[in-house]
T-cell receptor
Framework: EAGVVQSPRYKIIEKKQPVAFWCNPI?????LYWYLQNLGQGPELLIR????????DSQLPKDRFSAERLKGVDSTLKIQPAELGDSAVYLC??????????FGEGSRLTVL | TQLLEQSPQFLSIQEGENLTVYCNSS?????LQWYRQEPGEGPVLLVT?????EVKKLKRLTFQFGDARKDSSLHITAAQPGDTGLYLC???????????FGSGTQLTVLP
C-alpha cells in the first residue's frame, strides 16, 4: 500500500515568490494534516481537514498561506508571497479512525 | 494552546547505555503518542498510551503514561546506533484527531 506522497521534496525560491506543495494521502484516510517543522523541533499544525472541510486552521497565517482539499483527497498548500522565515519542512499526514498519523517525507523549503 | 515540553532537548550517549526522555505538560491528555523521526523522513508512530499509569513495552523501549495523564516517559535499554533519531511525543485531548506535538528530543547513539 502506498504511503503519503508529497512533492516537491525540495524547493528553493527567492523571497516574495509564490510556492505550492502537493500531498496525496493514503487511500481511504479522511483526515489530512499540514504541519510545519523547523530543524530539530516538533511539527506545528497549520491546518486539519476532515474530508474536504477545514476543521482547524487557527494556526494558518491566512495573509500569505492558503490550502485546499478539493474532492476530499489530494491537498495543496500555497504560500504567496514567501518570506525568509518560511524556510522549513512542510509535512503532510493523514489518518483514519485510529488516531495514528501517517506522514509523508516532507517538502523542504528554502527561501533566499 | 496546550504545550508539551520534552527533555532533554539533545542527548548523546554510547552504544549499550540506558536513557530516559521525558514529556511533560500542565494539561490532561486523553491519549499520548510517541513518534520517532529519522533525517529526511516523516515521524513514525511507536506507541499510543491511553490509560493513566499505563506501561507499554516495545522490545528495548518502555513507555509510561503518568497517573494524571499529564506526562509520559520513554526509557531505552542498551541503546543502539539504530535508535538515533528525533523522538516526539504528541498529546490528544478530546478528539483523537486533535494532536499537539512536543518540542522533541534529538538522540544520538554513538557506536
Amino acid at each position: 500500500e502506498a504511503g503519503v506522497v508529497q512533492s516537491p521534496r525540495y524547493k528553493i525560491i527567492e523571497k516574495k515568490q509564490p510556492v505550492a506543495f502537493w500531498c496525496n494521502p493514503i487511500s481511504g484516510h479522511n483526515t489530512l494534516y499540514w504541519y510545519l517543522q523547523n530543524l530539530g523541533q516538533g511539527p506545528e499544525l497549520l491546518i486539519r481537514y476532515e474530508n474536504e472541510e477545514a476543521v482547524d486552521d487557527s494556526q494558518l497565517p491566512k495573509d500569505r498561506f492558503s490550502a485546499e482539499r478539493l474532492k476530499g483527497v489530494d491537498s495543496t498548500l500555497k504560500i504567496q508571497p514567501a518570506e525568509l522565515g518560511d524556510s522549513a519542512v512542510y509535512l503532510c499526514a493523514s489518518s483514519f479512525d485510529t488516531g495514528e498519523l501517517f506522514f509523508g517525507e516532507g517538502s523542504r523549503l528554502t527561501v533566499l | 494552546t496546550q504545550l508539551l515540553e520534552q527533555s532533554p532537548q539533545f542527548l548523546s550517549i554510547q552504544e549499550g547505555e540506558n536513557l530516559t526522555v521525558y514529556c511533560n505538560s500542565s494539561s490532561v491528555f486523553s491519549s499520548l503518542q510517541w513518534y520517532r523521526q529519522e533525517p529526511g523522513e516523516g515521524p513514525v508512530l511507536l506507541v499510543t498510551v491511553v490509560t493513566g499509569g499505563e506501561v507499554k513495552k516495545l522490545k528495548r523501549l518502555t513507555f509510561q503514561f503518568g497517573d494524571a495523564r499529564k506526562d509520559s516517559s520513554l526509557h531505552i535499554t542498551a541503546a543502539q546506533p539504530g535508535d538515533t533519531g528525533l523522538y516526539l511525543c504528541a498529546g490528544s485531548s478530546g478528539s483523537a484527531r486533535q494532536l499537539t506535538f512536543g518540542s522533541g528530543t534529538q538522540l544520538t547513539v554513538l557506536p
